[in-house]
């Protein structure tokens, strides 16, 4: 059984005020969009299609989760953006920020690789599982400690077609 948390018209329309304000916020400067995989997926291309602005996408690929419901504490890095970081700047965009490990690990890396400026957009964030302060500086919403599906988010590679964000509860 699913319960919905987050609606599809909530979604839509806080995706739509973000990308409003990425394109206020990065008016003429050379943006890329880094999307975090798989989860981010959705909100990046939902994000990027409302984005008033000349702007270059990527992705990167990174693993904390596995097919665990709760993060493993080690990051890895398994798909590498191709397009130049130095001297770009960048707007890391993540489905969930739950401890802040993965966003921090992502932070320091691209730093390292010579980003202008890195900015973070997270569709949900879960302040209370919060191990390290990391700036969000576009967040959707905050929500409690819950393992959320849906809207690019899985569970073991299912669910991530749902049109809305849910809890999964196992009967």
Known sequence: MIDELISKEEIHSKVKEIAQQVSRDYKDKDL?????????????????????????????????YGDETISSGTVTIEHKPKKPIEDKDVLLVEDIIDTGNTVDYLIKTLSNMGARSIRVASLLSKPSRREVDVPIHYKGFDIEDLFVIGYGMDMAGSYRGLPYIGVYKDD
Request: aromatic residues 10%; contains cysteine.
């Open 32 to 64: 890329l969009i880094l999307g975090v995989l798989n989860g981010a997926f959705l909100f990046c291309a939902d994000l990027v299609r409302q984005i008033e602005m000349a702007h270059t996408i990527d992705f990167i690929s990174v693993s904390s």
